[in-house]
């Protein structure tokens, strides 16, 4: 149990560092190369194929009628609002802006814990929740309008937030499934839901990239993308669905925001500001205030 336990810790720890990274890979092929839509159509799909294909190799499952309706919600929440949102938020606002404003997910997973759950917030948390909050829209309402390469930072940010809980729901509502199906079967078919439903917003984005010229550096970084981002970070995660709770698998969000800042001023993509600093610091302290655990609560 120890050991299922440790790779669990392994599999979400991984995934957060892939997410990281992503940040910037991601901003840098839109939209020169490809736009927003067009990238999710891309990245559901070939997760799709990849997921059908192991899945050729293992025993078939069969899923219960009642839970179809589980598997089409978890995929609208999980690989499309949330998608949809971040890639499109992507294009108009930064990679540390965007690192910085997902750390709000485990903010948001207590919320809707609360609420869907009936699990007890209190005094503490509410004013974690607070400040993560006031950090996020510091960076929506006062920051950069525009700066090049991103020309709508507010909107960008706001669209941040969206993902933060479109994801936040995803996790609550596809941990029941993670205890009946394998892996593989969750994937396969949420990603089958995802691409129908992907399939007629991102379509004319997807159909406007000339494929067959695109340069190595290019397709390198579009593959990562597809097998890294979308493939591996979704089995990792549901990996350590079935190990863990949502919440502490939202706490692995916030080794991002350090993976992400590092890894774009690096590649000189992004810099650092006393108002980026300032909301960064009101957020990891909501986020710490909101998810501390203490004795009799």
Partial sequence: MKNKRALALLAATTASFIYG?????????????INPFGFILLRVSGAA?????ISLFLPSEKVERKD???FIICAFFGMVLNMLSFFKGLSLSTPI????????????????????????????KSLGISLGLSGALLLVIFGLKAQPNAPNIPLGNFLFIVNAASYSVYLILVKPLTKKYSAITLMKFLFLFAFLINLPIGFQEFSEVNWTSLPFEVVWKLVFVVLATTVLTYLFNIFALKQLSPSTIGAFIYLQPLVAAVFAILMGVDSLSPLRIGAAVLIFTGVYLSTIKRKGI
């Fill in 97 to 124: 802006n965007s690192s910085v404003i997902i750390t709000l997910s485990p903010v948001l997973l207590l919320i809707l814990s609360a609420l869907v759950l009936k699990e007890r917030i209190t005094w503490v």
């Fill in 21 to 33: 990274i992503n940040h910037t890979i991601a901003k840098g092929l839109m939209p020169d190369v």
């Fill in 68 to 70: 179809w309706w589980r």
């Fill in 49 to 53: 194929l990849v997921f059908w294909i």
